[in-house]
């Protein structure tokens, strides 16, 4: 028999909340975390978008300073989400060899490396810190956790650009069915609101440019949309088996029933227009979740905001669900907390697992004259999903050709 998998803790540091339910609430409320970027390198490198939303709470406003100073900010996100995960799980007695960490980024310590190089051709090379490799490199995150946390099962790192942290949870499934560990640390993180990223992504005409009305910027399924909005921060979901959860008798918020992973093999950034990988990724997540179209109840769409992509999303779920994709109740939430990356699979199944269990589709903002081409169910305000058994996914698809899919059940 298949292992049921359940998520007994969440945490998140986010644009919209410094704490999961924080985050959750100001979802509900419609707020946007996009903003005005308030520093001194906007002006002087001439950037041509100068918003993003950024984590609300600053890690240096939780985390001791000695533990901050060790770590760049992606790992500080990833450790403040993870803290929290793992308190609202009821802090659990396991084994270290039976606790593992399944931990993403997209791009990793991009602020540590800019600035030693900076450090490095501005001082020299004596001046340039002994832990900048430690904490440049995209495992930090897992590794800091798995020492935090004594995780001595595994701590294991994906990098598949947006798609990171959703991969992360679907091996963090297959680790736990698979018999590897019995708790599992699963999320992900970005911190990469950074000059370089910023430039390059406007250079890729990818970003918004409503420098002038930020909040408004992220508007996917509108027909005026013009890209998405950088975002960062963190989430982290303490996930187990069944019998393990209720063995110590933990709460229990949602069962991951399923996932999919798949690639595109088509363009470097560009996802496939047929959508022939995404709707593969969606299919292999109902299959594992021994589920039909028809028990579908949700959807948390990946829905960047960026004229292509949303399109081609739309498309994908079509060849999946034909004309059910446009009753079932949809979800676009990049557009309040803007784009996190390589975090926002993990921060997007938070909210899934929560709509779930309130029973309530988060609102979309920003929606104006909904585009023909993508005529998902979006709604302004929260939408009730009934009584009964839920079902959703969420989906993640990344530079790279990557899709993920996770498949969540209500319990």
Same mark, same amino acid.
């Given at each position: 028999?298949?292992?049921?998998?359940?998520?007994?803790?969440?945490?998140? @540091?986010?644009?919209?909340?410094?704490?999961?339910?924080?985050?959750?609430?100001?979802?509900?409320?419609?707020?946007?975390?996009?903003?005005?970027?308030?520093? +001194?390198?906007?002006?002087?490198?001439?950037?041509?978008?100068?918003?993003?939303?950024?984590?609300?709470?600053?890690?240096?406003?939780?985390?001791?300073?000695?533990?901050?100073?060790?770590?760049?900010?992606?790992?500080?996100?990833?450790?403040?989400?993870?803290?929290?995960?793992?308190? +609202?799980?009821?802090?659990?007695?396991?084994?270290?060899?039976?606790?593992?960490?399944?931990?993403?980024?997209?791009?990793?310590?991009?602020?540590?490396?800019?600035?030693?190089? +900076?450090?490095?051709?501005?001082?020299?090379?004596?001046?340039?810190?002994?832990?900048?490799?430690?904490?440049?490199?995209?495992?930090?995150?897992?590794?800091?956790? @798995?020492?935090?946390?004594?995780?001595?099962?595994?701590?294991?790192t994906v990098a598949s650009a947006c798609a990171s942290s959703t991969e992360s949870i679907v091996n963090a499934v297959e680790h736990l069915r698979d018999g590897l560990a019995d708790i599992v640390i699963a999320?992900?993180?970005?911190?990469?609101?950074?000059?370089?990223?910023?430039?390059?992504? @406007?250079?890729?005409q990818a970003l918004s440019k409503r420098n002038d009305d930020p909040a408004h910027a992220s508007r996917p399924g509108s027909i005026d949309r013009d890209g998405f909005v950088m975002g960062e921060g963190a989430g982290a979901l303490i996930l187990e088996t069944e019998e393990h959860a209720k063995?110590?008798?933990?709460?229990?918020?949602?069962?991951?029933?399923?996932?999919?992973?798949?690639?595109? @093999?088509?363009?470097?950034?560009a996802n496939d227009p047929e959508g022939v990988g995404a709707a593969r990724a969606?299919?292999?997540?109902l299959e594992e979740a021994d589920a039909s179209i028809d028990d579908v109840t949700h959807i948390n769409a990946h829905a960047t905001s960026t004229p292509v992509g949303d399109p081609n999303e739309y498309q994908a779920l079509k060849v999946v669900f034909g004309d059910r994709i446009d009753e079932i109740p949809v979800s676009a939430t990049k557009a309040s907390t803007g784009h996190l990356l390589g975090g926002t699979g993990a921060l997007e199944a938070i909210f899934t697992v929560l709509a779930l269990r309130d029973r309530v589709a988060p609102p979309t903002i920003n929606l104006t004259t909904q585009d023909p081409a993508v005529p998902f169910a979006l709604a302004g305000a929260p939408v009730e999903l009934g009584a009964g058994p839920q079902l959703a996914i969420s989906n993640s698809f990344g530079f790279g050709g990557h899709n993920a899919v996770v498949a969540i059940r209500s319990v």
């Open positions: 028999m298949t292992k049921k998998i359940v998520v007994t803790g969440i945490g998140a @540091s986010s644009p919209l909340g410094g704490t999961a339910p924080e985050s959750w609430t100001a979802l509900l409320e419609g707020v946007s975390g996009a903003h005005t970027l308030e520093y +001194d390198w906007v002006e002087r490198y001439e950037l041509p978008v100068t918003f993003a939303a950024e984590a609300v709470v600053r890690p240096e406003a939780v985390l001791e300073r000695p533990v901050a100073k060790r770590l760049d900010p992606a790992s500080q996100f990833a450790l403040i989400a993870a803290k929290e995960a793992w308190a +609202d799980a009821g802090s659990p007695e396991v084994d270290p060899e039976r606790l593992g960490v399944d931990f993403a980024t997209g791009i990793g310590g991009i602020w540590t490396l800019l600035d030693a190089w +900076d450090v490095l051709r501005e001082k020299g090379p004596r001046r340039v810190l002994p832990m900048t490799v430690p904490m440049l490199m995209p495992n930090a995150a897992a590794g800091n956790l @798995s020492l935090h946390f004594g995780a001595r099962a595994f701590a294991r999320g992900g993180t970005e911190s990469a609101i950074h000059p370089i990223t910023m430039a390059s992504f @406007s250079s890729m063995a110590r008798g933990a709460k229990i918020y949602a069962e991951i029933a399923g996932g999919g992973v798949t690639a595109d @093999s088509y363009h470097i950034t969606v299919r292999l997540a």
